[in-house]
T-cell receptor, first 115, second 113 residues
Framework: GAGVSQSPSNKVTEKGKDVELRCDPI?????LYWYRQSLGQGLEFLIY????????KSGLPSDRFSAERTGGSVSTLTIQRTQQEDSAVYLC?????????????FGPGTRLTVL | DQQVKQNSPSLSVQEGRISILNCDYT??????FLWYKKYPAEGPTFLIS?????DKNEDGRFTVFLNKSAKHLSLHIVPSQPGDSAVYFC????????????FGKGTKLTVNP
């Protein structure tokens, strides 16, 4: 079946502009995660959605970052007033169930470059 | 403060030999550990995992060892193949917490033919 998809694959923007990154999780997966990987770093957790529960936003680096998940499926990560330090690969993952040993499946990522 | 550390940024081995990738962690609340493999321009793919109640898990050529007292885990690949060349990330999850994973910075493995 189809895996996690993300769009766009690459995004170049100017400092101060807003960007929206999209994630389509695997159908039927109830949990959705956003991570980012800055150059030379590991993956950094941003936000987690599970069903209708309130999202875990503890990883969002600033109030310029927000995310929503509509209809329990597609998610959009929005970065307002982008800064150069926001440049990174933004990765989305989904899993069938939260908890236990459920595997997170990752999309290919969106490479964001802020000039 | 980096809770999951992969101190070797790169590793090079010959085809057919064993590859050993190491990972150290500091948070004693971690209860589940995973290894992901990542090729360029692709997302990480799950490789193998281990619960904190075990000390070894094996899947084909891949074995993960966990030493809780040392807060250390390792991934063994034997025999190594050129297709194993990728960046390997160690990740951990906190018991009773959110399902977020805490990742190390990765080790780039190169298997030479």
């Amino acid at each position: 079946g189809a895996g996690v998809s993300q769009s766009p694959s690459n995004k170049v923007t100017e400092k101060g502009k807003d960007v929206e990154l999209r994630c389509d999780p695997i159908s039927g997966h109830t949990a959705l995660y956003w991570y980012r990987q800055s150059l030379g770093q590991g993956l950094e957790f941003l936000i987690y959605f599970q069903g209708n529960s309130a999202p875990d936003k503890s990883g969002l680096p600033s109030d310029r970052f927000s995310a929503e998940r509509t209809g329990g499926s597609v998610s959009t990560l929005t970065i307002q007033r982008t800064q150069q330090e926001d440049s990174a690969v933004y990765l989305c993952a989904s899993s069938f169930l939260a908890g236990g040993a459920d595997t997170q499946y990752f999309g290919p990522g969106t490479r964001l470059t802020v000039l | 403060d980096q809770q999951v550390k992969q101190n070797s940024p790169s590793l090079s081995v010959q085809e057919g030999r064993i590859s050993i990738l190491n990972c150290d962690y500091t948070n004693s609340m971690f209860d589940y550990f995973l290894w992901y493999k990542k090729y360029p321009a692709e997302g990480p793919t799950f490789l193998i995992s281990i619960s904190s109640i075990k000390d070894k898990n094996e899947d084909g050529r891949f074995t993960v060892f966990l030493n809780k007292s040392a807060k250390h885990l390792s991934l063994h690949i034997v025999p190594s193949q050129p297709g194993d060349s990728a960046v390997y990330f160690c990740a951990a999850r906190t018991q009773g917490g959110s399902e977020k994973l805490v990742f190390g910075k990765g080790t780039k493995l190169t298997v030479n033919p």
